[in-house]
């Protein structure tokens, strides 16, 4: 089940999130709006929920959060952005990668 969440994440839907993979969720970082999607099987899915609730597509960026180590993994396909100087999976920058921790955390730190 993907969510969209805005404000911090239940445990149910932290749980239901964590359906799909068991240990990790997929999720997808809105950088501007400082939300998220989680719970799909690819992170695509993610994506075109946020995109479809209007957010932009140079504001998405995709990772994978452990909540039980609350390790942050910057690595996803959509990521790949030659045009936003970001030539791989993993998010090269050091700040895009800090705002993207400061939003998931801030939303599904700990279960």
């Not at 993979?21 to 950088?31: A, S």
């Not at 995709?62 to 609350?70: E, I, K, L």
Request: proline residues 3%.
């Amino acid at each position: 089940m993907i969510y969209i969440i805005r404000e911090r994440a239940t445990n149910k839907q932290l749980l239901d999130m964590l359906k799909i993979w068991g240990v990790y969720i997929k999720i997808v970082v809105d950088i501007e709006r400082e939300i998220l999607a989680g719970g799909s099987e690819k992170h695509y899915q993610c994506e075109e929920v946020l995109l479809d609730d209007g957010s932009r597509q140079r504001d998405l960026w995709g990772a994978d959060w452990n909540p039980y180590t609350q390790t942050i993994y910057f690595e996803s396909i959509i990521n790949i952005r030659p045009s936003q100087n970001n030539r791989t999976m993993i998010i090269q920058s050091p700040e895009l990668r800090e705002r993207i921790t400061v939003v998931t955390n801030r939303l599904l730190g700990g279960i």
